[in-house]
Structures are given as C-alpha cells and as structure tokens.
C-alpha cells in the first residue's frame, strides 16, 4: 500500500510509507523489504539530515540519506555536506562528501572535509588552494585517528557570492561528486564525467586523502537558474537515466519544502541503494529598485522535460 | 546451440542500473550421472542463497549453462528470484570448447540486450565446474583464444573477457584448473579450487557456498556503484584447495 501528498506542482505523488520516500521507476526488492536495522553504534552518525535556509539571494535545501546498503550492513552514512554563509563577503559555501564505502571510517573523513573546507576557502579564495590544504590536514588527522588506509572521501563545493552579472560561483570537485544546473532545457552537467565509453563499467575513484588529488575547478559568471550539488548516490542515476532527470525536473523546479526534498532525495529505484547527497540552489533574480538598490526574487524555472 | 530465450523483463529493469553477470557453466557428462542429484541440489541451495539478499538480487543476475557433447543454455540470463531451475542431467563425453562457445554466445546476446535497456553491464563472472578432462584438449583453448581472451600488452582481444573461477574434482587436475582459470594476467587473477573428497555431495555444496558467497560480495560491491568480482575463500575443513589462473601450486 502506497501514500500520498500533493507535491509543489500541485500533483498527487505517492510514496511507499514503509521508506517514506518516491518510486522512481522500477524500485525492485531492496526498499520494501530490507529491514530498518540496528542504531549506529557509539559514536556513530545519524541515518539523515536536511537543512533549509535562505540568504538575500538564493534559496537552499539540502539533504543527505543513508543508504540502503548501509542500513542493510548495519553500517553508518559515509555522506556528509556542509552549508555555510559567510555574511562579511555574502559567501554562500557548499561542500558535499562521499566516504568511500570499502574503508570502514570513511565518514569521519567526509565530516572532517565537510567541516574545515569552507575556512579553508575563505582565506585563500582558491578551491584549489582550499582543497590541497584540507588534503593534508585529512592525512594528519586520518594518521592520528584510525589509520590513513581506513578512511577517504570524494569532495565537491560550490562557493556563490553577488557579481557584477549577478550571482557568481568557483566550483570544484575531485572525483565522481557532480554538480548539475537545471535550465529551460533541461539537466546540464558543469562538472566532467569520469567514465568514458567503455565496454564494461568499471567506475574507479580517486578520493582524498591521496598523495596527488585530482583537483579540477570552474568559475562561473552568472548563476541564474538552480544548481545542485551531490554525491554520486544521485548523480549516477541523474547521469544514466531520462526517466530521473524528467523526475526531478517536476520536484525541483520549484523551491519544495525541506521535508519533501529529503523524501525526493531519498527516492526508491532499483540498485540505486548508496548513501544520497543533494545541496540544491535557487537564486534569487536581481532587479533594480526605482531608487537604484538591488533586490533579489525566486524566479520560476519552466523547464522542458529532459 | 540456439540462441538463448532472453527472459528479463523490461520493466523490471531500470535504465542505469549496473548489472553484474554471473554465468554457472556445468559439467554434465556421463561421468557425472551418479552425482546429478548433489548437482541439482547444489545449485537450488545456492540460488536460493542469493535470493534471500533482495539487495543482491537486485544486484546481479545469474545464467545457468550445461554442457557434454554439446552446451545449452538451461536459465537464461535472469534476477535470482526469477529463476526456475530445470533438472539437470547427466550423458555425453566432456568438450570444454561447445561450452566456451555457449558462453560467449549467450553473453554478447545479454549484453547487447541489457545496454539496450540502459544497463551498465560488469565484467561477467564464470564458474566453470567439472569432473574431468577435456576430450577436446587442446582445441578448446583455441576456442577460448579465438573467442574470450585479451592480450594485455598489446590491448587486442576480447575486452569485455569474462573473470573464470574453475571448480574441479574426480578426475579434474590442477593444472587443467590452473588452464581454465582466467585471466592469467594483472593484479586480479583468476581463480581455480580443486578437491580430491570422494564426499562428492559434500564438495559440491562447498562449491556452491563458494559461488554463492562471491556473488553476494561482488553484488554488495556494485551497489556502491564501485563494482569488484570478489572471490571468497573456500570455508576450513571444507577440503578444497584453490590457486591462481596460470598456476598449479595451491595457497597455502
């Protein structure tokens, strides 16, 4: 038996109550039947979390699932994300992580990330300089913890601040972490995709802390449609799928309430079952007052389907 | 051998989902007449192993192919949850090559089918399981060159080659195992696993363990979207000793 709610376009959406979350397409056995499993354990991490906040000229909602698998393994979130304002520069600073599951303390490495990047970034300005700095602090705190070859984490931040166009933003990332821009015309991927065109899937990382990361950034000029920011746990389907970009399309052009964000994040689809991260972005239009100070509005986004 | 009845269905198939194919290639010879029964038995148990992980079964699909004389196609390609498994049985001498050329042709028609359905298709995985000898000894590892081989080096070959476990016993020989086992190249190996117990149930459910508890490793891998063909260790005091594709000496 399935639930329902109106979602922001006004249309019934019906979610599986055992989850709580969206089918989103074929959901196979693993969302209905998997059990809730145990708590973490001491000094474990919290299954999921969301935020909402606005600045003068954006609106955020972000939330980061534990995944099937994990819950399935009896094991913790290895996601995390941070938002953060800077309100001396009007600094928005996004960091998304993605522990890399095959290390068993791969959170505390995301946490970790999650937490000192955004200074990181304020001194400097750099993403660059931001990250090869939070690279070797990861491996002075992952050798005074567990181990360096017990935790790593991809990395992927956006920092959004008023320019001259409008609003602007340096991203960067490291690995298989995206960021997407949702235009009139649909999904546009900013950040480069690892895998190219091969016979079979491989899909290898190179994630931090590492003794030369794989560091790439991009500046842009005018972000004037929402943007998203996340971990692989979405972007992968996002990537593969027109069926999901057509989806989130629906949800996500409009600002949703925090609560539904995380139950779209949290979608069911079948072998899609890792941890899920998405820090989404809608600026504010700027408009000039009659007395020539700016103000910023939500425009609304009218995409086509994907 | 014709071509396989391709019996996923398109909707229970989401476009970008990975797919890690595992094929099951089984000696049904004459020689393995009295042990049909553990053989049937062996492969229910382990079907069913795999179907009580619904995060595997949505992970993975299994393909059961037999061969003597000739190779069939007895479960095509399919979710463990889907599959129904016939009765095996025994007759016929043991030509390693008929059941190369089964395999091949089943995996490209798998293939093509699931990137047709927007699936991201891993390296496929056999486990070829035998009693003996090859009465086509020599020529099947021209079949297998031809067909299923990569030259490292020289990057030629068949790209998409499939990770071979080989499973022996009775008459089976390391060194035939040590053959069948591929890739002989690279940091991953393939595997092989030998037993000389006349427990001949016994050493086919052990086989069977092994099978079943690589898919699952292997699946729980690929729902991290990092996919790896994870090869358990055989249980202790199961008799079974394993070595490397390549190599006859056994680890110790």
């Known amino acids: ?306 | 051998m014709s071509t396989p009845a391709y019996s996923v269905t398109e909707g229970s198939i989401t476009s970008g989902q990975i797919i890690m194919p595992f094929y099951i290639v089984c000696d049904v010879s004459s020689s393995m007449a009295s042990d049909m029964k553990a053989l049937n038995k062996a492969l229910a148990d382990l079907v069913n192993a795999i179907r009580n992980d619904p995060v595997i079964d949505d992970m993975t699909m299994i393909s059961v192919i037999s061969f003597s004389n000739s190779a069939q196609v007895e479960v095509p390609l399919q979710a463990p949850s889907e599959v129904i498994l016939p009765v095996l049985s025994a007759g016929g001498g043991t030509f390693f090559g008929s059941a190369w050329e089964a395999y091949h042709s089943a995996f490209q028609w798998d293939s093509a089918e699931l990137k047709a359905l927007g699936c991201k298709v891993f390296r496929p995985c056999v486990f070829f399981l035998t009693d003996g000898k090859a009465l086509d000894g020599g020529r099947w590892q021209d079949t297998f060159q031809r067909l299923l081989s990569f030259d490292n080096e020289s990057l030629s070959g068949n790209a998409a080659y499939p990770y071979v476990c080989a499973f022996g016993f009775r008459d089976a020989s390391e060194q035939s195992l040590a053959e069948i086992a591929y890739p002989d190249f690279g940091t991953k190996k393939g595997k092989w696993f030998m037993s000389h117990s006349d427990e001949i149930g016994q050493l086919l459910a052990a086989m069977a363990d092994v099978i079943g508890r690589t898919v699952i490793s292997s699946g729980q891998t690929a729902a991290l979207g990092r996919p790896s063909i994870v090869v358990e260790d055989p249980e202790n005091n199961s008799g079974i000793i394993m070595g490397e594709a390549g190599a006859v000496d056994a680890f110790v």
């Open chain 1, 1 to 306: 038996m399935r639930s329902s709610e109106v979602g922001p376009s006004g249309q019934e959406s019906i979610f599986l109550p055992r989850r709580g979350v969206f089918p989103l397409g074929a959901t196979g056995r693993a969302p209905l039947e998997l059990p809730d499993g145990l708590p973490p354990a001491v000094g474990g991490t919290v299954d999921h979390t969301l935020s909402e906040s606005e600045t003068p000229y954006s609106v955020i909602r972000a939330a980061s699932i534990r995944g099937l698998l994990h819950r399935r393994a009896n094991e913790e979130r290895q996601d995390a994300y941070s938002v953060t304002w800077d309100a001396e520069s009007e600094t928005l600073l996004i960091v998304v992580c993605d522990g890399v599951g095959s290390l068993p303390d791969s959170r505390r490495a995301a946490d970790f990330l999650c937490s000192i990047l955004p200074s990181l970034y304020l001194e400097s300005r750099s993403w660059r300089s931001a990250i090869e700095g939070a690279n070797r602090a990861l491996f002075d705190f992952a050798a005074g913890n567990s181990g360096v070859d017990r935790m790593a984490s991809t990395v992927v931040a956006a920092a959004l601040a008023p320019a001259p166009a409008g609003l602007g933003a340096e991203i960067a990332w490291t690995d298989d972490s995206t960021i997407w821009a949702l235009r009139e015309e649909g999904w546009s991927l900013l950040t480069q995709d690892v895998d190219g065109e091969e016979p079979i899937h491989t899909g290898s990382v190179r994630a931090l802390p590492t003794e030369r990361p794989r560091i790439r950034t991009q500046k842009l000029h005018a972000v004037d449609c929402p943007i998203f920011i996340m971990s692989d746990g979405v972007g992968t389907p996002l990537a593969m799928a027109d069926e999901v970009g057509s989806q989130l399309t629906a949800w996500w052009s409009d600002v949703p309430d925090a609560f539904s964000f995380a139950r779209q994040v949290g979608f069911a689809r079948r072998t899609f079952v890792d941890d899920r991260t998405v820090v989404g972005v809608w600026p504010k239009v700027r408009s000039e007052t009659t007395v020539g100070s700016a103000r910023w509005q939500l425009s609304r986004l009218n995409p086509s389907s994907r």
